[in-house]
């Protein structure tokens, strides 16, 4: 069964770890966007535990960059 996180992770970060494949990381999506197959995000990255030197610091990379992404996008449009 997998393991949940005590900690709730913000909007548009998730947690990946998948064994099959030694894939662990966030993934982080921002700003959607309508396209002929569906919707889909503006911008995403992943940010691996192995490349940012543990969960911790892979975690705080995809925060740093979500806030930084969030800031550069244009502001929705009111309805």
Known sequence: MPQTNARSLPAGISRIDQETSRTHGYFVRVGYRKTT???????????????????????????????????????????
């Open 37 to 79: 197959k569906g919707w889909r995000p503006k911008a995403s990255a992943f940010f691996g535990d192995a490349g940012h030197g543990g969960k911790s610091s892979a975690l705080k990379a995809a925060e740093k960059w979500l806030r930084t992404t969030k800031r550069g996008m244009p502001k929705a449009k009111a309805r």
